[in-house]
T-cell receptor, first 113, second 116 residues
Framework: AQSVTQLGSHVSVSEGALVLLRCNYSSSVPPYLFWYVQYPNQGLQLLLK??????LVKGINGFEAEFKKSETSFHLTKPSAHMSDAAEYFCAVLTDSWGKLQFGAGTQVVVTP | DVKVTQSSRYLVKRTGEKVFLECVQD?????MFWYRQDPGLGLRLIYF???????EKGDIPEGYSVSREKKERFSLILESASTNQTSMYLC???????????????FGEGSWLTVV
Protein backbone atom coordinates (compact mmCIF):
# COMPACT_ATOMS: atom_id res chain seq x y z
CA ALA A 1 0.00 0.00 0.00
CA GLN A 2 1.15 3.49 -0.73
CA SER A 3 1.26 6.24 1.87
CA VAL A 4 2.41 9.82 2.33
CA THR A 5 3.79 11.56 5.41
CA GLN A 6 4.06 15.32 5.66
CA LEU A 7 6.37 16.49 8.42
CA GLY A 8 5.00 19.49 10.24
CA SER A 9 1.32 20.35 10.33
CA HIS A 10 2.10 24.08 10.64
CA VAL A 11 5.00 26.06 9.23
CA SER A 12 5.62 29.74 9.83
CA VAL A 13 7.96 31.61 7.48
CA SER A 14 8.94 35.23 7.14
CA GLU A 15 8.16 37.05 3.93
CA GLY A 16 11.16 36.66 1.63
CA ALA A 17 12.49 33.57 3.41
CA LEU A 18 12.83 30.07 2.03
CA VAL A 19 9.74 27.88 2.12
CA LEU A 20 10.47 24.18 2.68
CA LEU A 21 7.66 21.67 3.06
CA ARG A 22 8.62 18.06 3.65
CA CYS A 23 6.95 15.03 2.13
CA ASN A 24 8.00 11.39 2.37
CA TYR A 25 6.24 8.58 0.60
CA SER A 26 6.00 4.84 0.73
CA SER A 27 5.38 2.97 -2.49
CA SER A 28 6.14 -0.50 -3.83
CA VAL A 29 6.06 0.77 -7.42
CA PRO A 30 7.62 3.84 -9.03
CA PRO A 31 5.55 6.66 -7.58
CA TYR A 32 3.66 9.43 -9.27
CA LEU A 33 3.71 12.35 -6.82
CA PHE A 34 1.76 15.58 -6.56
CA TRP A 35 1.70 18.78 -4.56
CA TYR A 36 -1.60 20.61 -4.25
CA VAL A 37 -2.35 23.97 -2.64
CA GLN A 38 -5.61 24.96 -0.99
CA TYR A 39 -6.38 28.61 -0.33
CA PRO A 40 -9.01 29.45 2.30
CA ASN A 41 -12.51 28.31 1.34
CA GLN A 42 -11.34 26.93 -1.99
CA GLY A 43 -10.70 23.57 -3.60
CA LEU A 44 -7.33 22.06 -4.45
CA GLN A 45 -5.10 23.51 -7.13
CA LEU A 46 -2.26 21.52 -8.64
CA LEU A 47 1.15 23.07 -7.95
CA LEU A 48 3.29 20.45 -9.65
CA LYS A 49 3.63 16.75 -10.29
CA UNK A 50 6.36 14.18 -10.77
CA UNK A 51 5.68 11.29 -13.13
CA UNK A 52 8.91 10.11 -14.72
CA UNK A 53 12.09 11.68 -16.06
CA UNK A 54 13.64 14.80 -14.56
CA UNK A 55 13.70 14.62 -10.79
CA LEU A 56 13.53 18.38 -10.28
CA VAL A 57 10.03 19.52 -11.09
CA LYS A 58 9.04 23.15 -11.49
CA GLY A 59 5.50 24.25 -10.78
CA ILE A 60 3.38 27.33 -10.63
CA ASN A 61 3.95 30.39 -8.43
CA GLY A 62 7.71 29.78 -8.18
CA PHE A 63 7.48 26.43 -6.40
CA GLU A 64 9.59 23.42 -7.22
CA ALA A 65 10.08 19.93 -5.81
CA GLU A 66 12.79 17.33 -6.08
CA PHE A 67 12.10 13.61 -6.25
CA LYS A 68 14.74 11.66 -4.32
CA LYS A 69 14.23 7.94 -4.64
CA SER A 70 16.98 7.05 -2.18
CA GLU A 71 15.34 9.17 0.50
CA THR A 72 11.74 8.42 -0.59
CA SER A 73 11.14 12.14 -0.47
CA PHE A 74 9.44 14.81 -2.54
CA HIS A 75 10.03 18.06 -0.66
CA LEU A 76 8.49 21.31 -1.90
CA THR A 77 10.50 24.55 -1.90
CA LYS A 78 10.18 28.18 -2.86
CA PRO A 79 13.20 30.47 -2.55
CA SER A 80 11.32 33.54 -1.33
CA ALA A 81 7.98 33.43 0.45
CA HIS A 82 5.23 35.87 -0.45
CA MET A 83 2.23 36.77 1.65
CA SER A 84 0.02 35.16 -0.98
CA ASP A 85 1.66 31.78 -0.27
CA ALA A 86 -0.30 31.48 2.97
CA ALA A 87 -2.39 28.36 2.39
CA GLU A 88 -2.56 24.65 3.14
CA TYR A 89 -0.35 22.35 1.10
CA PHE A 90 -0.97 18.69 0.42
CA CYS A 91 1.41 16.06 -0.88
CA ALA A 92 -0.20 13.06 -2.60
CA VAL A 93 0.76 9.83 -4.34
CA LEU A 94 -1.18 8.23 -7.18
CA THR A 95 -2.40 4.79 -6.10
CA ASP A 96 -3.80 3.52 -9.41
CA SER A 97 -3.72 4.36 -13.12
CA TRP A 98 -6.97 6.30 -13.18
CA GLY A 99 -6.60 9.02 -10.59
CA LYS A 100 -6.97 7.68 -7.05
CA LEU A 101 -4.80 9.70 -4.70
CA GLN A 102 -3.47 9.01 -1.22
CA PHE A 103 -2.92 12.31 0.59
CA GLY A 104 -0.72 13.44 3.40
CA ALA A 105 -2.27 15.22 6.38
CA GLY A 106 -1.41 18.64 4.99
CA THR A 107 0.85 21.51 6.09
CA GLN A 108 -0.58 24.92 6.93
CA VAL A 109 1.79 27.71 5.90
CA VAL A 110 1.68 31.08 7.63
CA VAL A 111 3.70 33.94 6.19
CA THR A 112 4.68 36.75 8.54
CA PRO A 113 5.68 40.25 7.43
CA ASP B 1 -11.18 26.31 -18.81
CA VAL B 2 -11.72 22.96 -17.12
CA LYS B 3 -14.39 22.82 -14.50
CA VAL B 4 -15.54 20.60 -11.66
CA THR B 5 -18.60 22.21 -10.11
CA GLN B 6 -20.02 21.44 -6.71
CA SER B 7 -23.36 23.17 -6.66
CA SER B 8 -23.74 23.49 -2.89
CA ARG B 9 -20.84 25.28 -1.20
CA TYR B 10 -22.31 25.53 2.29
CA LEU B 11 -25.04 23.35 3.77
CA VAL B 12 -26.52 22.97 7.23
CA LYS B 13 -28.58 19.82 7.77
CA ARG B 14 -30.25 18.17 10.72
CA THR B 15 -29.30 14.78 12.12
CA GLY B 16 -31.18 12.03 10.31
CA GLU B 17 -31.79 14.04 7.14
CA LYS B 18 -30.96 12.61 3.73
CA VAL B 19 -28.32 14.78 2.08
CA PHE B 20 -27.31 14.97 -1.57
CA LEU B 21 -24.02 16.54 -2.67
CA GLU B 22 -23.81 17.07 -6.40
CA CYS B 23 -20.74 17.23 -8.58
CA VAL B 24 -20.66 17.99 -12.31
CA GLN B 25 -17.63 18.05 -14.61
CA ASP B 26 -17.55 19.48 -18.12
CA UNK B 27 -14.41 17.73 -19.37
CA UNK B 28 -15.95 14.42 -20.49
CA UNK B 29 -13.86 12.65 -17.85
CA UNK B 30 -14.38 8.97 -17.23
CA UNK B 31 -13.26 8.98 -13.60
CA MET B 32 -14.83 10.79 -10.67
CA PHE B 33 -14.05 10.77 -6.96
CA TRP B 34 -15.46 11.94 -3.65
CA TYR B 35 -13.08 12.85 -0.83
CA ARG B 36 -13.68 14.03 2.69
CA GLN B 37 -11.28 16.58 4.23
CA ASP B 38 -10.78 16.88 7.99
CA PRO B 39 -8.12 18.83 9.93
CA GLY B 40 -5.04 16.74 10.60
CA LEU B 41 -6.27 13.89 8.42
CA GLY B 42 -5.87 15.33 4.94
CA LEU B 43 -8.22 14.04 2.27
CA ARG B 44 -9.68 10.55 2.48
CA LEU B 45 -11.39 8.75 -0.38
CA ILE B 46 -15.06 7.92 0.16
CA TYR B 47 -16.18 6.52 -3.21
CA PHE B 48 -15.06 6.59 -6.80
CA UNK B 49 -16.41 5.75 -10.22
CA UNK B 50 -14.60 4.81 -13.42
CA UNK B 51 -17.68 4.73 -15.64
CA UNK B 52 -21.38 5.49 -15.75
CA UNK B 53 -23.38 3.25 -13.41
CA UNK B 54 -20.12 2.02 -11.87
CA UNK B 55 -19.06 2.73 -8.29
CA GLU B 56 -16.41 1.44 -5.94
CA LYS B 57 -15.84 1.95 -2.23
CA GLY B 58 -12.89 3.97 -1.12
CA ASP B 59 -11.25 4.03 2.29
CA ILE B 60 -14.17 5.41 4.33
CA PRO B 61 -17.48 4.48 2.64
CA GLU B 62 -19.50 3.83 5.79
CA GLY B 63 -22.56 6.06 6.01
CA TYR B 64 -22.31 7.14 2.38
CA SER B 65 -23.54 6.00 -1.01
CA VAL B 66 -23.12 7.42 -4.52
CA SER B 67 -24.93 7.62 -7.82
CA ARG B 68 -23.58 8.05 -11.34
CA GLU B 69 -26.41 7.97 -13.85
CA LYS B 70 -24.69 10.26 -16.34
CA LYS B 71 -21.02 10.56 -17.21
CA GLU B 72 -20.73 14.17 -16.13
CA ARG B 73 -22.50 13.88 -12.76
CA PHE B 74 -21.43 12.08 -9.58
CA SER B 75 -23.60 12.43 -6.50
CA LEU B 76 -22.68 11.69 -2.91
CA ILE B 77 -25.56 10.65 -0.67
CA LEU B 78 -25.74 10.65 3.10
CA GLU B 79 -28.73 8.42 3.80
CA SER B 80 -29.12 9.61 7.39
CA ALA B 81 -26.77 12.45 8.27
CA SER B 82 -24.94 12.32 11.58
CA THR B 83 -22.89 14.95 13.38
CA ASN B 84 -19.66 13.04 12.71
CA GLN B 85 -20.23 13.65 9.00
CA THR B 86 -19.74 17.38 9.48
CA SER B 87 -16.82 18.02 7.15
CA MET B 88 -15.59 19.48 3.88
CA TYR B 89 -16.37 17.29 0.85
CA LEU B 90 -14.33 17.54 -2.33
CA CYS B 91 -15.18 16.10 -5.71
CA UNK B 92 -12.49 15.33 -8.31
CA UNK B 93 -12.37 14.05 -11.86
CA UNK B 94 -9.74 12.72 -14.26
CA UNK B 95 -9.56 11.38 -17.77
CA UNK B 96 -8.76 7.76 -18.40
CA UNK B 97 -5.26 6.47 -17.77
CA UNK B 98 -3.82 9.30 -15.71
CA UNK B 99 -0.61 7.36 -15.35
CA UNK B 100 0.06 6.66 -19.01
CA UNK B 101 -1.10 10.00 -20.34
CA UNK B 102 0.08 12.26 -17.55
CA UNK B 103 -3.29 13.94 -17.39
CA UNK B 104 -4.22 16.09 -14.44
CA UNK B 105 -6.74 15.34 -11.71
CA UNK B 106 -9.08 18.28 -11.17
CA PHE B 107 -10.88 19.25 -7.98
CA GLY B 108 -14.04 21.17 -7.27
CA GLU B 109 -14.30 24.06 -4.83
CA GLY B 110 -15.63 21.89 -2.04
CA SER B 111 -18.88 21.61 -0.10
CA TRP B 112 -18.90 22.51 3.56
CA LEU B 113 -21.49 20.37 5.34
CA THR B 114 -22.54 21.00 8.93
CA VAL B 115 -24.86 18.47 10.57
CA VAL B 116 -26.60 19.73 13.69
Amino acid sequence: AQSVTQLGSHVSVSEGALVLLRCNYSSSVPPYLFWYVQYPNQGLQLLLKYTTGATLVKGINGFEAEFKKSETSFHLTKPSAHMSDAAEYFCAVLTDSWGKLQFGAGTQVVVTP
Amino acid sequence: DVKVTQSSRYLVKRTGEKVFLECVQDMDHENMFWYRQDPGLGLRLIYFSYDVKMKEKGDIPEGYSVSREKKERFSLILESASTNQTSMYLCASSSDRVKSSGNTIYFGEGSWLTVV
